[in-house]
């Protein structure tokens, strides 16, 4: 089976800006996870959907969103960005969110100038 | 609040010798624990999880709930265990937070030949 994809990989964005980042999960897994990681921060978890509705958030601003499609791919968006926002964004998925592992995918590098 | 602390934010050892990535972690209730391990250049990956009881890749942790503690080890270590290792939990597999993960800070492991 294919992986966790991430698009884009890389992205650069400037402050006041809006970023959407987009997750497609291992074929069959319905539950996709979101985490931001830095430097300073290390991984923090963002939020978790699962068959189209949130399950599980972080404690992260409102700017931060997401939502799952109805064939289990999940986008994040990132409104009004800010320097500290920069950061690679992980998803993972799995198949039912409550009892088998995560799979993790590559990630996306956001830069916010 | 939950939390995992990695005091070791890096760790030598030379190949041969045992090694052991410490991690505290702090939950009200009974958590699941795991270690995941970064390889340079690949993705986050599932090393090892306390309920499956597995030995992978020579590697052991024992959850030990009266200290907290879920200590990653391994009797002889191999050049190709250098990598970053981070020790993290969720609730309970089968309730809703179990796709929440708190990761620990991570702890670099440079295995010297």
């Known amino acids: 089976k294919a992986g966790v994809t991430q698009t884009p990989r890389y992205l650069i964005k400037t402050r006041g800006q809006q970023v959407t980042l987009s997750c497609s999960p291992i074929?069959?897994?319905?539950?996709v996870s979101w985490y931001q990681q830095t430097p300073g921060q290390g991984l923090q978890f963002l939020f978790e959907?699962?068959?189209?509705?949130?399950?599980n958030k972080g404690n992260f601003p409102g700017r931060f969103s997401g939502r799952q499609f109805s064939n289990s791919r999940s986008e994040m968006n990132v409104s009004t960005l800010e320097l500290g926002d920069s950061a690679l964004y992980l998803c993972?998925?799995?198949?039912?969110?409550?009892?088998?592992?995560?799979?993790f995918g590559p990630g996306t590098r956001l830069t916010v100038l | 609040a939950q939390r995992v602390t990695q005091p070791e934010k890096l760790l030598s050892v030379f190949k041969g010798a045992p090694v052991e990535l410490k991690c505290n972690y702090s939950?009200?209730?009974?958590?699941?624990l795991f270690w995941y391990v970064q390889y340079s250049r690949q993705r986050l990956q599932l090393l090892l999880r306390?309920?499956s009881r597995e030995s992978i890749k020579g590697f052991t942790a024992d959850l030990n709930k009266g200290e907290t503690s879920f200590h990653l080890k391994k009797p002889f270590a191999q050049e190709e265990d250098s990598a970053m290792y981070y020790c993290?939990?969720?609730?309970?597999?089968?309730?809703?937070?179990?796709?929440?993960?708190?990761f620990g800070q991570g702890t670099i492991l440079t295995v010297h030949p």
């Open positions: 993972a998925s799995r198949w039912d969110g409550t009892t088998d592992t995560q799979y």
């Open positions: 074929s069959g897994h319905r539950s």
């Open positions: 959907y699962f068959s189209e509705t949130q399950r």
């Open positions: 939950y009200s209730g009974s958590p699941e």
């Open positions: 306390h309920i």
């Open positions: 993290a939990l969720s609730g309970l597999a089968g309730g809703t937070s179990y796709g929440k993960l708190t």
